[in-house]
């Protein structure tokens, strides 16, 4: 018997809910659909919003010979098998539409195996992933694909969905809280709201309300992929509410990851980056605040521990955020990177028999206010650098000031 997912999969765009975006008449994607002119494509999105099914209706609209894989159980042998039936398929004139659901799952080598394939028109790939292709695909591949992302589906079009699943089962009325509660549990993700009618429907519940229903769920399953795209952005939101001065965008996203199952110190990590790329020397108290967070986290446990490494998302947020030390430490990698490598001056040297570094060199605690002025720092090759700009938040309007005075006698 087949799952409730599979029955209800539409077969034609009519049927087919979300995804607007791609599917509007002035769209490449519809267009090519449209006059059978299919280009090989990635669908990138969440899981349940119709990649599978949208590739299987674009198939059956071009009139092609559809073939489904899964990076997740196939390999080269199967490939190498797609690949001779489609070379029979060719010498009728059909084309073979190679659907490759989770693609990010095969390494780079086997991912080259798709290219003299698409090159030579032998097969149009239409690949699934759930992971952003930049990251996860090999560049020669992704180069000759078009990438299309797919949306979470709205409340509304996951309602249409619930209906028409509630329909399928023969299941009665539904109050609209209860619906709100279903919609809500799917997460945007359309298999899942389908499975919660096809559980409701085996439960053979005597009625259909927030109780009920609620019970047989139990509790919301989070969509938390650890390590998946939907993982990022949860981190991204989180960094970005800290970097923002947002403590209450900050406790949200950092909740959310909990939630779903986040490990508290991968949060606790991204305060510490955030410390110092984010807050740097307005506030050097942040770096020790989310550090001594850690260490609480590592004695006593998630409880506790989970509320010190909030106390320090919160410090972070709040402080003053200057990016300053952040920029000027990358101006200074990229200039390394680009500069031979020059020679330190002979009175930067470590004094040796066969370098007399100490000849002009300045000792500074001999010097008054113990600064050397006018000592170099850097290759005479390349002259004195600033890097480093201070802004006016914070610890750094007292930094700024000093560095005023260093620089200026240093001329």
Known sequence: MKPLAENLRPQVLSDFFGQSHLLSDNHPLKQAIDHQQLHSIILWGPSGTGKTTLARIIATQVEGHFVQMSAVLDGVKELRAVVENAKKFQNIGQKTILFVDEIHRFNKAQQDGFLPHIESGLITLIGATTENPSFELNHALLSRLSVYMFEPLSAKELAQILQRALLHENIGLMDEATQLSVINASSGDARRLINIVEQISLARLDRLDMDSVGQLLQEKLSVFDKGGDIFYQQLSAFHKSVRGSSPDGALYWMARML?????????????????????????????????????????????????????????????????????????????????????????????????????????????????????????????EQTYYAPTDRGLEIKINEKLKQLRGVNK
């Not at 490494?309 to 101006?331: R, T």
């Not at 020059?342 to 010097?367: F, M, Q, W």
Request: charged share 25%.
């Open 259 to 383: 939630v779903g199952g986040c490990d508290p110190k991968t949060i606790a990590r991204r305060l510490l980056a955030i410390a110092s790329e984010d807050i740097g020397n307005a506030d050097p108290r942040a770096l020790e605040i989310t550090l001594n967070a850690w260490q609480v986290f590592e004695r006593v446990g998630d409880k506790e521990g989970n509320r010190a490494i909030a106390q320090a998302a919160v410090y972070c947020a709040v402080a003053p955020k200057s990016n300053a030390l952040y920029k000027a430490f990358n101006q200074a990698m990229s200039e390394a990177r680009a500069m031979p490598d020059l020679a330190v001056p002979k009175h930067l040297c470590n004094a040796t028999v066969e370098i007399d570094s100490t000849k002009g060199y300045r000792y500074a605690h001999d010097e008054p206010d113990g600064i050397a002025k006018g000592q170099t720092y850097f290759p005479d090759e390349l002259g």
